[in-house]
Structure formats: C-alpha cells, structure tokens
C-alpha cells in the first residue's frame, strides 16, 4: 500500500559468522604445493630403489667375478699338477712349465700358498730322494728340481712359511739363487743328506736361522747374505765369498771349514 514501509531482509545475512577484528579466514590450501612435495618423496624413492638396486646387482656380481677367479685358479692349479706329473725324459720342459705356473699361482692367489708350497715340497722329495748309503759324491739334482727349489725360495710370503725339505738329496752346486728366502730353512746333512751348494750363487740371500749343517758351501758367493743364527756346524766353506761379519753372527764349531783367512 503507498505510503507504508516494509523492512528490507539481507538473504544469508543470519548465516555468516561474525568475524572478529582483525582476523583473516584461513587460506584454503594450495593443490600445487602437495603435487610438489609428493613428487619430490615419489623421486626420492625412486633414487633410493635403483640405489639398493645397484647395490645388490654389484655385490652378486663380485660373487660371481670371485666364483669365476676361484675357478680359473683351480683350473690352473689342476693343470700345474698334470705337468708335474709328466715323469717321462723328453717332458722336462712341461714339468718346468708346471713349476713356474705354480710360483705364479702363489702370486696371485695369497691364500693358496702353502697347498702349492706343498706340492713344491713333495715334488722335491720325490725327484730327490735321501738314499740310505750316503755317497761319496752328490749328484746334480735335475733341472726340475733346482726350479722348484727356486721357486720354494721365491715364495711371497717367507716370514709365514718356513722352507721344509727335509729327507732329500740336493746337489744344487752352482746353481743362482740370488735373493733367496730361505729364513729357518732346513739345509742340513742330516735332513737333507749332505746339501752340495758348490759354487752357489747366494748374494744377499735371506739364510738366517737356516740350518746348514755339515752343508757343502765351498766357493759359494754369499755375499750380502744374512747368516744371522745360521748352523754352520760342520759345514764346508772353503773358498766362499763370506766375510768375517757374516761369520760372526752365525753358528759355527770346530769341524767348520772356513775360507782362507777366517
């Protein structure tokens, strides 16, 4: 009707919450900010999963490297034995052959050094046998035998594995061992029946402890060896290249043949 007024009504107005003074309505969060940190963990895992992965790839592959060394190895031991054991004449040079694979063998496997010094050492005493009458003389031992005594004195690791080849005969007169570890080797006439080293070349090779006795040294060079504690009982060394020093410091008694001047 004209003339009346009729109260106006704000729809929703009853609805909203008052609002304090000073107070802003909380931010609605931001979608793009939880794709970002969830794609960042989804990454991060991903690098972790190829990183376990890799490792575990790695480490069965050294498995396997070190199955296949362990392998060649035994393939190359078993090999050195057959040649050693070629006994006929006209096979001196595979059982040479045999000798030097062994000595390499215990380069390159540490751990399977003293299964090959063994076998060096049962190779020796076969080839080499103590007879029961001592001779007059002692023979040369054979080519393959000087080799593996070689090899025996060669080995890496000498201060583990004392030399031991004892009940032989071993004419190795002459032959060159210049630098050889034989520390606490087992030389003596007794357990190797009278070792002839004639001429011998022994410069600067390691003899301390080693025993010597009743040992044929005449005209051996023992220049710069270490006789330290060395058992020259009864050992024969005219005409060595020895010096008083050297003398000095090892074992020696009256049936000790010395060189001229000592």
Do not use: C
Not at 92 to 106: E, H, K, T, W
Not at 229 to 258: H, I, K, M, P, Y
Request: proline residues 6%; hydrophobic residues 45%.
């Amino acid at each position: 009707m004209e003339g009346m007024s009729y109260p106006t009504r704000r729809l929703g107005a009853a609805k909203l919450p008052a609002m304090k003074a000073g107070r802003r309505p909380a931010a609605a969060p931001d979608k793009r900010d939880w794709r970002a940190t969830a794609g960042a963990i989804g990454g991060l895992a991903s690098v972790l999963l190829v990183a376990a992965g890799l490792f575990y790839t790695n480490d069965a592959n050294r498995n396997q490297q070190e199955l296949t060394l362990q392998g060649q190895i035994a393939v190359r031991f078993s090999t050195a034995i057959n040649q050693l054991g070629q006994e006929q004449d006209d096979k001196l040079s595979v059982r040479l052959g045999g000798v030097y694979a062994l000595q390499r063998l215990m380069v390159d496997s540490p751990r399977d050094e003293p299964v090959v010094l063994g076998v060096l050492y049962a190779f020796v005493r076969s080839h080499a046998p103590r007879p029961a009458v001592r001779p007059r003389e002692v023979p040369p031992a054979p080519a393959d035998v000087r080799a593996a005594v070689a090899a025996i004195g060669a080995r890496p690791h000498p201060e583990r594995y004392p030399v031991d080849i004892s009940g032989t005969l071993l004419g190795l007169g002459h032959m060159s061992l210049p630098g050889a570890r034989l520390a606490g080797a087992n030389l003596s006439g007794s357990a190797l029946f009278h070792a002839d080293l004639t001429g011998a070349k022994l410069i600067g090779a390691d003899l301390h402890d080693a025993n010597l006795h009743d040992a044929v040294l005449t005209g051996a060079d023992l220049t710069g060896a270490d006789l330290t504690g060395a058992n020259l009982a009864g050992a024969n060394l005219s005409g060595a290249t020895v010096t008083a020093d050297q003398l000095a410091r090892a074992r020696v008694d009256a049936r000790t043949r010395l060189p001229a001047g000592h």
